[in-house]
């Protein structure tokens, strides 16, 4: 089956993953746009009919060939175009490897390091430092079962 991804991306719903390995992040080196060049964390545009959480599967594996698990939301971005979820995840495996599209260079840093680093930007380093400081708060998913019928539910709460 052919999908034309342009037509199928919610081009206002977008995710972000934090994979950590011990005291590693998950970074690439974004190849276009504003953070061209920039060492941001892997993520991307969510597509029709995907949730949030296979969205960040997909694009985490897409980019980089690690294979990780959302478990926490971190943190939401909003402005009057689109929305941005951060989620922390758990990694599974994987030897980080660029796709040589969206980033040319995919990499595990020590988080610490990171935030002195000028290669990555201010909301990476908002991202970062907040998993520092607070990842013990993120939010965590609460199985529930809901009576309407729109696809998977979940809910991210305290």
Known sequence: MNINHEENTSWCQSVGGIVMKGNEVLLVRHTYGAGKGKLIIP???VQVGETPQDALR??????????????RLAG???NLKDWYAVFLMDYVSGTPQSDNMENNEA????IHEALKSPEVPDLTRVILKGVIDNSDHALKNI???SREKNGEY???GI
């Open 58 to 71: 997909r694009e985490i594996f897409e980019e980089t060939t690690v294979i990780a698990e959302p478990a």
């Open 143 to 145: 199985p529930f079962v």
């Open 107 to 110: 990499l595990f840093m020590d």
């Open 43 to 45: 993520g991307g545009y």
């Open 154 to 156: 979940s809910f991210y």
């Open 76 to 78: 939401v971005r909003f």
